[in-house]
Nanobody, 114 residues
Framework: QVQLVEFGGGLVQPGESLRLSCVAS????????MAWYRQAPGNQREWVAR???????TYTDSVKGRFTISRDNAKNTVYLQMNSLKVEDTAVYYC????????WGQGTQVTVSS
């Protein structure tokens, strides 16, 4: 059973940066496309960024040019570099594979506020 652990969130001001990390247990990490998702209060969980096994990436429109997803298969880790953060980026951030088939981790809270 794969376990996901996200960390790196925090409270920042608009315009600042954060780097999130997600560590996946198990040895098959490199075979999966991975994604970051977020859920703001009162909203459904939405995908934010995806990275394929080939390392190609896609982003939801609201974060293009500001967020960068990357992965280190040797460490079973996927990262999300978030720059120029906005108040509307406030949410709990999660990672999972594209099919969302692994149990969700606890997420990491990102709060952007002045």
């Amino acid at each position: 059973q794969v376990q996901l652990v996200e960390f790196g969130g925090g409270l920042v001001q608009p315009g600042e940066s954060l780097r999130l990390s997600c560590v996946a247990s198990g040895s098959i990490f490199s075979l999966y496309g991975m994604a970051w998702y977020r859920q703001a209060p009162g909203n459904q969980r939405e995908w934010v960024a995806r990275i394929f096994a080939s390392d190609s990436t896609t982003y939801t429109d609201s974060v293009k040019g500001r967020f960068t997803i990357s992965r280190d298969n040797a460490k079973n880790t996927v990262y999300l570099q978030m720059n120029s953060l906005k108040v509307e980026d406030t949410a709990v951030y999660y990672c999972n594979n594209f099919g969302e088939s692994w149990p969700w981790g606890q997420g990491t809270q990102v709060t952007v506020s002045s």
